[in-house]
């Protein structure tokens, strides 16, 4: 049974108690993200992120690494455009320490001026290494286009003129504005007990300040080319539609057009480009939501001389799609939807981010039951009346060592 405790300062607790397993997973989850970003600090909460691991409370680098790996734990982080988490997965009686080592890191972080130039060089080494992956980086050329000039379409890790300018003053004013107590919540689940994990939550974060922090710009989804001419052995296409946000009411049934189109081994994608013609050896569909729009795209990787074809025959399985999808295949993806987030909530750490996810989402915790009933509730019809609305408006296209085709 899913939990939940509000602290005085509004902070969020929960916890989900799981039977049978000795380990549990707990995280502080924020509801920013590069999104939040002002375009000259561009970077500046994956940078956070980063900087808060070199050392805070009493604690070097070395000294946080040596206090999770000796109690046999893994401490992480992870930034995204509008969510930021940073979690232990610990042995049961190690919750406290994973929860402290947390706290040190939010509210003391030590943030040298050394340290920040160091961790600089790193993050652009990431991003070189971003750079010179074609299947990674030309989604954030994706969305460069797809959310032009606007805070979603900028990359997560920034780039070399926006990382250059943190200083360490404005990483202490974004934990100051960003991690504000009603904007965050600690969830935990495993061998867990509520009312002490409240507790520890309350002794650790009970002086952060309340208040929540100010939305994000609200994206308009705007479509557009962006040709890359990087030198690679494959031609990579990227394609972005207009997609439904998280609660929107076509959500579940644009899910399952995705899965439906490329969404595995059986998808009309796979079978066509890569089983029946040997077009691609990866093609795929996903749709990414947030919580004012979302994002349909399609992603393949050609051969440079079949890069036409290609194209063209995405083109045509996914409008064909939005006409002739059939209640076999409908049942098939919503059956691995069900099997998929079922399987994922078998470990602590899945479902700890399973019920940040949906708070996050919804205000409130969600049992899974819902979630199954919201995907049995799609009709067919639904499905492709989904697919439809995506396809009706403006396209987005990203393309590396493809031939510049105009956009429809």
Known sequence: MMKLTTLPNGLRVASREM????????GLYADTGSRYEPARLNGIAHLFEHMVFKGAGDRSAREISEAIEDVGGDLNAATDRDSTSFMASVMAEHVPLGIELISDMILRPHFS???LEREKDVVLQELGEARDTPNDIIFDDLLSVAFADQPLGRSVLGDEDSIAAITVP????????????ESLMLVAAGKVEHDRLTE???????????????EPERAVFTGGDRVGRAACDQAHLALGYCGPAQ????YYAARLFSDIVGGGMSSRLFQQLREERGLAYSVYAHLMPWRDTGLFSIYAATARNQSAAAAQLIEEVV???????????????????????????????GQASYV????????????????????EAVTTEDVRAAGRKMLAGPRARATIGFPAVRAA
């Open 247 to 250: 609660l929107d009411a076509d």
């Open 19 to 26: 039977s049978g397993v000795e380990t549990a997973a707990v």
């Open 113 to 115: 001026d050394k340290e």
């Open 170 to 181: 404005d990483l202490r004013l974004w934990r100051d504005s960003q991690y504000r107590a």
């Open 319 to 349: 409008t064909d799609a939005t006409e002739t999808i059939t209640d076999r295949e409908v049942a098939r993806v919503r059956t691995q939807a069900k099997a998929g987030l079922l399987m994922s909530l078998e470990s602590p750490w």
């Open 356 to 375: 940040a996810r949906q708070l996050a989402l919804h205000g409130r915790l969600v049992e899974t039951s819902e979630v199954v009933a919201a995907l």
């Open 200 to 214: 520890l939550a309350d002794n650790a974060f009970g002086a952060l300040p309340s208040g929540t922090i100010a």
